[in-house]
């Protein structure tokens, strides 16, 4: 299913008249395109960029890949007829592909203009921003009232419909920094040692630092949250990649709203607090919309609380010395294995709850 996700362009003044001039020169080329593949009846784009490549290029002064954007552009509006010759508004939108358009950060785009690159930041809401990662092919630059927008397509797959069998659960940090549903358990033993290293360390330095001892905490700090950052890729990856291999979606606890609910684990605040789960959660679903793995959300509450082999109710049970044990039935487990079964069948249960594709759509609505 194909989207469009629209960011606002803030160019300065000076980035914004290199984009008029661009969005000019390409549609005054285009124009001209049109009239020679209507001179000529030449409107294929092969045949087209044959004819009038070199001449356009000499002449506006584009980009090598502009031009031959420009002549997909001439070639697609003849598409639909022959029978009118093709003419452009000054403004009209023009399409950029990877080679003269790229994503330069989160907040940044690098576009080509007729005054060179262009390093433009861009402003889009959260759900314009989760759509991103489905990227496909090219962007169009827009001029709407006065302010640029790139519309940028966004393919984006569609759910399967997901039995119990192809859904798999993970629970996070309890006691370990993952275990999945499949009974795989992702030790956080060497970031929990690293993190208490840091912890170690920064309390050895003075009371009132000088400037020296700010700067080791300043970097202690940088060197803290890479190292995370890449035990968190990793992680996310491997979670990923498991449910890709067995054509499997992913569920989550749905945290939103999170600092509400987390009364059952109150206990384990420091832990979830210093292990930066907004970030893995994160890496975790970017990495499974590119790899076209469905993400499930469910409801957290007593997820952990609650027995998942005779689903006796929350709040009775005692989760401690990262053991789970019903007083009903007695199923004793590891808690976060039990967590992550629950995870499992809940996003069974509740299908409907499936994170991005839903979301998505209302993107656009
Ligand atoms: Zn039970």
Known sequence: MKLVANLKLMPTPSQHAALLDTLATANRACTWLAGQAWDTQTFGQFALHTLAYHPCREQFLLAAQMVVRCIAKVADAYKLDTKTRRRFRRYAAQPYDDRIFRFRSATEVSLWSTAGRLAIPYQCGARQRALLVYRKGEVDLMYLKGVFYLAVVCDVLEPEELGLESILGVDFGIVN?????????????????????????????????????????????????????????????????????????????????????????????????????????????????????????????????????????????????????????????????????????????????????????LALA
């Open 177 to 361: 920094l993952a275990v999945d549903s499949d009974g795989t358990v992702y030790s956080g033993d060497v970031m929990e040692q690293k993190r208490q290293r840091f912890t170690t360390r920064r309390a050895g330095l003075p009371r009132h630092p000088t400037r020296a001892a700010r700067r080791t905490l300043r970097q202690l700090a940088g060197k803290q949250a890479r190292v995370q950052a890449n035990t968190h890729h990793v992680l996310a990856k491997r979670l990923v990649d498991t449910a890709q291999r067995s054509a499997a979606g992913r569920a989550l606890e749905d945290l939103t709203g999170i600092r509400t609910r987390v009364k059952a684990r109150r206990q384990q605040r420091p832990r979830h607090a210093h292990w930066g789960f907004a970030q893995l959660r994160q890496f975790v679903t970017d990495k499974a919309a590119r790899a076209g793995v469905p993400i499930l959300l469910v409801d957290p509450r007593d997820t952990s609380q609650q027995c998942h082999h005779c689903g006796h109710g929350a709040r009775a049970h005692r989760v401690a010395h990262e053991r789970f044990s019903c007083h009903r039935c007695g199923y004793t487990t590891s808690a976060d294995f039990n967590a992550a079964q629950n995870i499992k069948h809940r996003a069974a249960v509740n299908r409907h709850m499936v994170a991005q594709p839903r979301q998505l759509r």
